[in-house]
């Protein structure tokens, strides 16, 4: 596990100033994380980041937490459009196997009947529609979020194993156009947060 260097707030409510750590390894350097105790304050601080122009963040909570993602900017997703697409994919495919099974490939004349019965292959197209529909869901969104990440660069960081329990967290990258090293700190040290740490790869 690599080294972290991190500095921790006095009291927040005085507002004290920390010091910007003096790296002491060359490391790859992943981005910048702030730590929160409550989720209203993670929203309030992407918000916050968001306005002041910062594009590459990522938001940590241990419970979904409504208004987030669209507070880091992420107000679109493919998801259910993918998911539709995979759903009418799977009911004309489903519909065009029973159709072309029954007319092309076995013809069999029952009682007079019409080769290309509509009403019976409802079923079939119905359950294949919400099939594909549902592992297309799944799919987009594991490949979307980019899971499963068996490994971050913030794990590296001791206090992010609360993230599951009761701690909130907000990293800016260092891949993000406006990132700065000094200027990013000085600024999540104005969102009041109750710990600053460097994240490395």
Known sequence: MNPVRSAECGVRSGG???????PVQEKPLYGLMIEFEEHEQLLEAATKTYAAGYRRID??????IEGLAEAIGHEF???PLLTLL???AGGLGGYFMEWYSMSRLYP?????RP?????HFIPVT?????????ISALGAMLI????????????NVPEFRRASIDRFFLCIEVADPKFERHGTWKFLESLEGCKISEVVE
Not at 115 to 119: D, E, K, N, R
Not at 126 to 134: G, K, N
Not at 146 to 155: G, S
């Open 16 to 22: 004290a100033v920390q010091e910007i750590p003096v």
């Open 59 to 64: 938001a940590f909570s241990p419970f979904p």
């Open 77 to 79: 997703t493919l998801v």
């Open 86 to 88: 995979g759903g009418m």
């Open 108 to 112: 069999v004349n029952v009682g007079g």
């Open 115 to 119: 080769l290309h019965t509509w009403p």
């Open 126 to 134: 119905f359950e294949l529609t919400v099939l594909i529909a549902a």
């Open 144 to 155: 979307l979020n980019r899971l499963p990440q068996p490994y971050h660069p913030v794990f």
